[in-house]
């Protein structure tokens, strides 16, 4: 594990972005003076700040007894206990008054610019309430887990929704991931359906989908039934008994329009989704119903300073928490309009997006820093061709923004009118905890700012105690907010081991952060052993075990490296096995296998193979020698006296040479 008080931050900048002025007296919150009355009765007064935020953002069928409980030594998190409600019926069935259930809920843009396709409330109703029929006719019941692998098209918010209608328990696998990756996460969660499509379109290709779910159901003896919408009308392989087109079973003539929802615990669980961790398996975290719900609505509005006539989008992708959170579940939470767009950012050209917010005169707009830094890449010329002026708050997500990314997309994309909004949160987190808020936090461009109500994160040195102004350590959480976490499927030991261990009595994020003289944090990115590829999360242990699988490698050691566009790109350290020589075409071979077991994101971009990794007498990895070496430092290697074998180091420092 890295030094946290080691770390220097790159992000280096004194600058300081005040908030417009316009629009300031419609915000939510439209002071600094405002948020921080707030921000002190919801920590002084939690029970009464979320109470209020819960029944004004929320329809509940029953109002909770307790509104929270918690124990971070336990590890034990209730929230709403005893109150009834259903995630469906506030997304859907709630907006279907005179005023909103003929408004957009999703205006979908397919990758081909004809397609466009929108669904007002009403229609998201009669296509969901029919699916929900679907899943019932096939026997799924609440608390089943069904396991979804679809593109970015409609029906993936559809079936999401319909399953949290009936109570089934959902888990998105993203479209990018390989048929290894669906499998192992099918099979931990047991899931009894799996849906997905035949393929999509990406950057003008067909991708096939279809194939990579038969690979993976191969092995997954708890499916029953897959149910494939048809997206390209691709030739696809077809097991009778087992496959169920999607419109076949929606359009069939029992299934009727009505479908009841099912009233559910607020701590019943709506959602698992995996993500990496430091140790070789993905976790299944899981969400639950209640305090998810109320979280990310509450955050969305504020955060996007949201109101009922803006039009939103959010680039990601749903199969991220990111799109779980800000475009099913808290957009349409809100009634809000929103923009779902299939294709990625540079295709056909690197306009895209801003053409889209263009055609669709889009208000708040929501991406990552790498997307931008892409973008940025391609020339100022890009947005500029198109009219932004609808523009009104931009969004960034998923790892720390470089100063320069900021300063490009508030002068290019946001014309200098924009504030943006740096949100810091994860996969657990369920929503924001650090951002500014748009109409009334200064910003300082490279820092998420500060926490927002009842979020209270501090910074911990290696020994617990609290670190001093401007000085690095841990990121940790002192108490609990409704859309954290609930646990780690199947595996609860896992669930205190991983965040409630390293510093008893705190939620520990991984990351590593200080906290500047005004309060305003700074993140550092992660200490664990995560790699932020592209603002996606891939544990070193999982891509090494990926890598160790294939027949030629005896072992591996994975780094992550600061990358210009992507953040930290995979630098992979391999060792053969006897019998196999290093060539140009086994690292072409080892790429391409990394693409199959995980998925693109997971390519490696440099393999140097080696003949012995620096390790410690005892045998551990000192990765943090691999680390100064793959950056160039070659200087600075620090301590290397426990090395069982000094002499690997010249070799190492020889190859990275060749090689960058
Ligand atoms: C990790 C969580 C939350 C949705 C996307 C990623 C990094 C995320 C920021 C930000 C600095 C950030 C952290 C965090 N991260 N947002 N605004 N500034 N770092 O979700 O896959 O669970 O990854 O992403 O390192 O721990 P995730």
């Known amino acids: 594990m890295a030094d946290p008080t080691k770390i220097e931050s790159v992000l280096k900048e004194e600058r300081i972005v005040y908030p417009p002025q316009e629009g300031r007296d419609e915000a939510y919150i439209s002071s600094k003076f405002d948020y921080e009355e707030i921000y002190r009765y919801s920590l002084n007064d939690p029970d009464g700040f979320w109470s209020e935020r819960a029944k004004e953002l929320i329809t509940w069928f029953k109002l909770w007894d307790r509104t929270c409980y918690w124990d971070f030594h336990k590890p034990e998190i209730r929230w709403f206990e005893g109150g009834k409600l259903n995630a469906c019926y506030n997304c859907v069935d709630r907006h279907l008054t005179d005023e909103t259930r003929n408004k957009a809920a999703i205006i979908w843009q397919g990758e081909p610019d004809e397609e466009v396709k929108v669904y007002t409330y009403e229609m998201l ?98 499916v029953e039934k897959c149910i494939v919408v048809k997206r390209l009308g691709l030739d696809i392989n077809w097991v009778e008994g087992r496959d169920i087109w999607y419109h076949e079973a929606i359009n069939a003539e029992d299934i009727s329009d009505w479908c009841e929802c099912e009233e559910m615990d607020a701590e019943d669980v709506l959602f698992i989704l995996y993500t990496s961790g430091s140790t070789g398996k993905p976790k299944g975290v899981f969400h639950t119903t209640g305090g998810y719900l109320v979280y990310v609505a509450h955050t969305l509005q504020w955060v996007f300073d949201l109101k009922p006539e803006d039009i939103f989008w959010c680039t990601a992708d749903i199969g991220w928490i990111t799109g779980h959170s800000y475009i099913v579940y808290g957009p349409l939470s809100l009634a809000a309009t929103q923009i779902m767009y299939e294709g990625v950012p540079t295709y056909p050209h690197p306009g895209r997006f801003w053409e889209l917010c263009q055609k669709f005169k889009v208000n708040l707009f929501y991406t990552a820093p ?52 740096d949100t810091w949160w994860q996969t657990e987190t369920g929503g924001f905890l650090i951002s500014p808020l748009p109409y009334a936090i200064p910003q300082k461009p490279g820092s998420a700012t500060l926490p927002l109500p009842g979020v209270e994160p501090v ?37 205190k081991d991983v965040y ?94 990394m693409r199959k077991v995980i998925g693109p994101i997971a390519t490696p971009d440099y393999i140097q193979f080696v003949s012995g990794l620096p390790k410690t007498r005892s045998g551990k990895i000192m990765r943090r020698i691999l680390r100064k070496i793959v950056a160039g430092q070659y200087e600075d290697l620090g301590d290397t006296s426990t090395l069982a074998d000094p002499s690997v180091i010249d070799e190492l420092i020889k190859g990275r040479e060749e090689l960058m």
């Open 370 to 421: 790498t997307v931008i830094r892409a973008l940025m890449r391609a020339g100022d010329e890009w947005p500029h061709k198109y009219d932004l002026s609808s523009l009104r708050v931009l969004g960034s997500v998923g790892e720390p923004i470089n100063p320069e990314a900021w300063w490009w997309y508030y002068e290019h994309v946001g014309q200098r009118r924009c504030p943006i909004v």
């Open 125 to 222: 109703h009669r296509e969901v309430c029919r699916f929900a029929n679907v899943l019932k006719k096939l026997g799924i019941k609440k608390g089943d887990r069904v396991s979804i692998y679809l593109p970015m098209i409609p029906e993936l918010p559809i079936v999401m929704l319909a399953c949290a209608r009936i109570g089934a328990i959902h888990s998105v696998v993203f479209g990018g991931f390989s048929a290894e990756s669906l499998k192992t996460r099918i099979q931990d969660c047991e899931a009894k359906l799996l849906i997905t499509a035949d393929g999509y379109w990406r950057s003008g290709r067909k991708i096939q989908a279809k194939k990579n779910a038969d690979e993976a159901l191969k092995d997954c003896p708890t």
């Open 500 to 593: 409630f261990s390293r510093f008893p009595g705190y939620y520990y994020t991984g990351d590593g952060a200080r906290r500047d003289e005004d309060g305003y944090f700074w993140i550092m990115g992660r200490l664990d052993d995560v790699i932020n590829v592209s603002g996606h999360r891939l544990g070193t242990m999982e891509l090494e075990s990926a890598l160790v699988a294939h027949p030629a490698v005896a072992e591996a050691a994975v780094i992550g490296y600061p990358h210009e566009i992507k953040g930290e790109a995979i630098y992979a350290f391999v060792i053969l096995k006897e019998g196999y020589e290093p060539s140009e075409e086994l690292r072409q071979e080892l790429k391409q296998h």
């Open 459 to 495: 910074i911990l040195k290696d020994d617990g105690t609290p670190a001093d102004v401007n000085e690095g350590g841990h990121l940790c959480m002192k108490r609990a907010w409704p859309g954290m976490l609930r646990g780690v499927w199947g595996d609860p030991q896992r669930f």
